[in-house]
């Protein structure tokens, strides 16, 4: 099979390469630091390495499919969202957790919401709902999770219990499932009900997000576990 070659001015292709560097090294990283970590901040970190494994392979795909058709098929980054926000979802119910135990009920409900969240915008996307109500049921859903993470309990651990570390690791997460994860449905919008998006443009807006919304956010929690670890010894 004859092999593609990236171009010089296919800046699409190039966000591509570029986050699979990114997400293996993150990865990577990522692995090493469970062995690092105190034994209640292996979870965490666990879960946000298997969010950038996920994306490993998702940008693996990606890339070849962009070289070879130009597009990426909706329902292959969906996939990888299905799969990696529930689980970020998880890691910041376990970063909580890690520092004072929480019922097991909000572990649920905040799992739930995830992936209401990701599969209603895509049977919304695709037709299997109509568009406006998948859309609406999405940013409910993520509202929730807002919800629990600056007035539910998980807010409320955080300010009665938690370092100032964790804290300050808690104000950066939090504001990257407020404004990060807000990007995934506006360009949603603007794409599918606005029509004024090119899927290349899309694709690299998407693409610079997940640097902030799964590698940052992994690596913010990295750096709270091993301080934290570090500072009990």
């Not at 209603?120 to 109509?130: A, D, H, W």
């Amino acid at each position: 099979m004859e092999a593609k070659l990236l171009q010089s001015t296919d800046v699409t292709g190039g966000s591509f390469v570029m986050l699979l560097a990114v997400m293996v090294g993150a990865t990577v990283f990522l692995l090493l630091g469970t062995g690092w970590a105190g034994k209640r901040w292996k979870l965490p970190i666990g879960l946000v390495a298997i969010t950038t494994l996920t994306s490993v392979l998702f940008y693996y795909q990606a890339q070849e499919l962009w070289f070879s058709a130009g597009r990426i098929p909706v329902i292959y980054r969906y996939a990888a969202w299905m799969v990696t926000i529930p689980i970020q979802v998880m890691a910041l119910y376990f970063y909580i957790n890690a520092v004072a135990p929480l019922k097991y009920g909000l572990f649920w409900r905040l799992l739930i919401a995830a992936i209401i969240m990701v599969l209603s915008r895509y049977m919304g996307q695709v037709g299997y709902l109509y568009p406006v109500l998948g859309f609406l049921i999405g940013v409910v859903a993520w509202l929730y999770v807002l919800g629990e993470v600056f007035f539910g309990k998980l807010g409320e651990v955080n300010a009665a219990s938690a370092t100032h570390m964790v804290k300050s690791g808690f104000f950066w997460l939090r504001l990257i499932v407020t404004i990060g994860w807000g990007v995934y449905p506006l360009c949603e919008f603007v794409a599918n009900f606005r029509g004024s998006m090119l899927e290349g443009h899309l694709s690299i807006v998407y693409n610079l997000a997940d640097i902030v919304n799964q590698v940052a956010f992994a690596l913010i929690i990295l750096a709270v576990g091993l301080v934290e670890s570090t500072s009990n010894r």
